[in-house]
């Protein structure tokens, strides 16, 4: 998060503060909290848990602060979508990823036999395939992320169920094959599996040092060696396990591939499969960083995408276009994730307000330009609709809230 290093208590604004030791786990308020720097680090309504309460005091951070002038309305409460797949189901997957988890973080060192056997394999695919089936039945459910943990430990088990449970969905709002949906929620379910290798106090850090950091970059290469030559499972689910770190900017590990190797040699569904990873991360509770909503997250990765004075993208924007456009209404609970009103700049570098959203197209939007390609401002503004009549995409929203890394 980046900080200013304006201290909101020098600001002349009438701020409570609290202290976090006191604040009991459960607890829900109706302002935004901040830290001292005015950061959001639990939006309104949203529960104060143990571990939130345990990453902030790890950071040294011991009071949070909030404006009693802005109160926020309990908006939205009370109208819940329906997740894609149900509860008991979600559950059962959870389950066998725990006990496959469990089983390699035992055995890892010890045995050098196949450790995840057909039957477990097979056990897995047909999971998938039932959480398939479910996705079919339920169209107008919504991705609702299991994000609360009880304890860091489960964060593996939900990450992974998260990410499966998204890639298969993805797979076939785009209307990829029915092997290729399985893949994707195989590759989902399996693609953190190296973390088994990561002692468990590494993996509950909040801060990690280079050492360590090293160490976690290797889990794309262990979770490969547990895979590689193994029968069970389909060639696309091996690349997932070994390729979701990589970035088109160069910046992944664990080969730093460069865009050109991104867009011709590794398969759009392992791409895809990096944007269900990444957001499956922001919107869960997790040992490092703060747990963001589908809103801010959605906006937070586009700005990925496009980020400022960076020639390189971190995804490719054709990749994000698609996971939008197949998700972007399953992710917010129906709602857009940019709005009338925002601030927006477009690939051609011009600045716009967004007037009216496009429902089928969220990055192309009816907009008023204001800036040109040259940065000054128009004399006349002009109103386009970004489908018909100007053939360019959103690049990123401007956030009136500090800027978050
Ligand atoms: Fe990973
Ligand atoms: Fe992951």
Do not use: W
């Not at 143990?50 to 990453?55: A, N």
């Not at 949906?181 to 989902?188: F, I, N, P, S």
């Amino acid at each position: 998060m980046s900080q200013d290093n304006k201290n909101i208590q020098d600001q002349n604004i009438n701020l409570v503060h609290m202290d976090i030791r006191l604040i009991k786990s459960g607890a829900q308020y109706a302002y935004d909290l901040l830290d001292e720097y005015g950061n959001v680090v639990l939006e309104a309504y949203q529960e104060f848990t143990e571990i939130l309460k345990k990453h902030l005091l790890s950071e040294n951070i011991r009071f949070l602060y909030y404006n009693p002038a802005i109160k926020k309305p309990r908006e939205g409460k009370g109208f819940v979508h329906d997740h894609v797949v149900s509860a008991k189901l979600q559950g059962e997957v959870i389950e066998n990823a725990k006990e496959i988890f469990d089983f390699i973080r035992e055995n890892l060192k010890s045995s050098s036999t196949q450790l995840l056997s057909k039957s477990r394999v097979d056990a897995s695919r047909r999971l998938v395939s039932r959480v398939l089936e479910e996705i079919a039945d339920r169209k107008d459910a919504v991705f609702n992320p299991l994000m609360k943990l009880k304890s860091l430990d489960e964060y593996d088990y939900l990450h992974s169920t998260n990410v499966s449970v998204l890639g298969a969905l993805l797979a076939r709002k785009l209307d990829f094959s029915k092997d290729v949906q399985v893949a994707m929620g195989m590759g989902g379910l399996f693609h953190d599996i190296g973390k088994t290798s990561i002692a468990k106090d590494i993996l509950a850090k909040a801060k990690l040092s280079d050492e360590e950091f090293d160490i976690v970059k290797e889990h794309p290469h262990v979770g490969y060696k547990l895979v590689e030559n193994n029968p069970h499972f389909m060639e696309l689910e091996k690349r997932i396990v070994l390729l979701h770190h990589e970035r088109s900017d160069g910046n992944g590990y664990p080969f730093g591939f460069d865009m050109d190797h991104m867009m011709q040699k590794t398969p759009r569904e392992v791409r895809l499969m990096s944007l269900c990873d990444v957001y499956s991360a922001l919107v869960s509770e997790r040992p490092y960083g703060r747990t963001f909503s589908s809103f801010e997250a959605l906006r937070l990765m586009l700005n990925m995408v496009y980020a400022p004075y960076k020639t390189n993208h971190h995804f490719l924007p054709t990749d994000f276009r698609d996971f939008i456009r197949a998700l972007g209404m399953s992710l917010n609970e129906g709602n857009f994730f940019l709005k009338p009103g925002d601030l927006v700049r477009l690939e051609t570098g011009e600045v716009a307000v967004i007037e009216e959203m496009n429902r089928l197209y969220p990055l192309n939007p009816r907009v008023r330009i204001i800036t040109g390609k040259d940065r000054q401002p128009l004399k006349r503004q002009v109103q386009v609709d970004l489908l018909k009549d100007y053939r360019s995409y959103i690049s990123n929203v401007f956030e009136k809230q500090p800027e978050v890394k």
